[in-house]
C-alpha cells in the first residue's frame, strides 16, 4: 500500500465512456466485520455501463436516479465484483484471513474498479482455485443473474425446453451452462459467430435472428429468458407454452406495474425483477464451478489504464461473455 492512495476509475457525470477517468482516492480502512482488499480483476458489466450512462429501462430514468444519483453519481467509482486479495481485517473477522484469494459482489456501493475495496467479510467467498483470475472477478454477476431467474423464478425443470434470447452475453452464456447442468433442453439465439462456442456450453438449438425470427421457428418453450429487453410481451407469449414462464432481466416500468394483474388473468406468467446479492447463491454457484457445471466465459481484459476501452467494448452489445479490468499488473491468467 502507498501514502498516496490508491488508482481507481472514476466517473463524475453520467455519459459515454469518455467520462471515465483515471483518478487516486484514498485507500478504504475496514471497519468492524469488513475486510480491506487488494483487488486482482472486476467485471465491466452490461450493468456498469448502465449506469455509467444512466441508461434505464423504459421508464426506470427516476428510480435509477434515485439510487444511484440525480445529478451525477452518487458512488463515483463503478464495479459490482471482484476477485482479489485479502490485506488487512477489521475488528470481530474470523472468516477469512490475510493473503487469501477471494471474491464478492461490492452491491450498491460499487467500487470494485479500484486497487483496494472495503467489503463485509460475511459476503466474500474463497475464489475457487480452478478459476482464474479473470474467471474468478468476473463469476457473479451473470452467474447469479442467471442462476437466480433459472432456479427460483422459473423453477426450471429437468425436460423443460428453454429459449434464451441474447445467448452471448454475461448472463446469456452462463444460462446456457446453468440450464444444461439443470438438465433442459436448451435453445439459444446469438450471432451465427457464437454458435460453436455455444453449443460447447452446452446449447442443444442455435439460431441468428439476423437469419431466422424465433417466431417463424414454429416451437412453444417452456421457459422464455429475455436478457436484451427489446422484445414486447406479447410477441414473445406467442411462442410459450400454455403454462410457460417468460422472464424478463431488463423489464420496463410499465412491464413490472402490470405484471401481477396479468399474471393473475393468465396461466402464462412474466417474472421478472432484481437480483439481489444472497451469499447462498454465489455459493451454489462456486459449488457449480467446482462441479464442472459453470465456468464464466471471458471475452476480453483490460489493464486499469484502459478502462475507456473496455466500457466501450461493452457498449458495442458484441461481447461474447463478460468483460473484464484487471488492477494489477500480474493478474493470474491461468489456472493453477
Known sequence: MTENGMRAAVFRRY????????????????????VLIRVRTSSVSSGDA????????AGMGGFGRLAFG???PRHTVLGSELCGDVVALGPEVTSVAE??????????????HAEFCC?????????????????????????????????????????????????????????????????????????????EALRALGADHLFDRRDRDFVDLGQAWDVILDTVGVYPVDRLRRVLA?????????AGLGQMLFLPLGNRLRPQKVLAGPVMD???DVRALAQMVNEGQFRP??????????????????????KFGNVVVRLRDQARSEAE
Not at 429459449?163 to 451465427?192: C, F, H, K, N, T
Open 50 to 57: 448502465r449506469i455509467r450512462a444512466m441508461r434505464m429501462p
Open 278 to 280: 444472497h451469499p447462498d
Open 70 to 72: 440525480v445529478t451525477g
Open 119 to 195: 467489503l463485509p467479510a460475511i459476503t466474500l467467498f474463497p475464489a475457487p482455485d480452478i478459476l482464474t483470475d479473470d474467471e474468478a472477478g468476473a463469476m457473479i454477476f451473470g452467474g447469479t443473474s442467471a442462476l437466480v431467474y433459472l432456479r427460483d423464478k422459473a423453477r426450471l425443470r429437468a425436460g423443460e425446453r428453454l429459449l434464451i434470447l441474447g445467448a452471448a452475453g454475461a448472463v446469456g452464456s452462463a444460462a446456457v451452462q446453468i440450464a444444461r447442468a439443470m438438465g433442459a433442453e436448451v435453445w439459444a439465439q446469438a450471432r451465427s459467430s457464437r454458435h
Open 99 to 112: 493473503g487469501e484469494r477471494v471474491l464478492g459482489a461490492t452491491g450498491f456501493r460499487m467500487g470494485g
Open 15 to 34: 455519459g459515454g465512456p469518455e467520462v471515465i477517468e483515471l483518478g487516486r482516492r484514498p485507500i478504504p480502512v475496514p471497519g468492524k466485520g469488513d
Open 297 to 318: 466465459v471471458i471475452d476480453s481484459a483490460f489493464p486499469l489504464s484502459e478502462i475507456v476501452e473496455a466500457h466501450r467494448r461493452v457498449d458495442t452489445g458484441e
Open 242 to 250: 400454455p403454462r410457460g414462464r417468460l422472464l424478463l432481466l431488463a
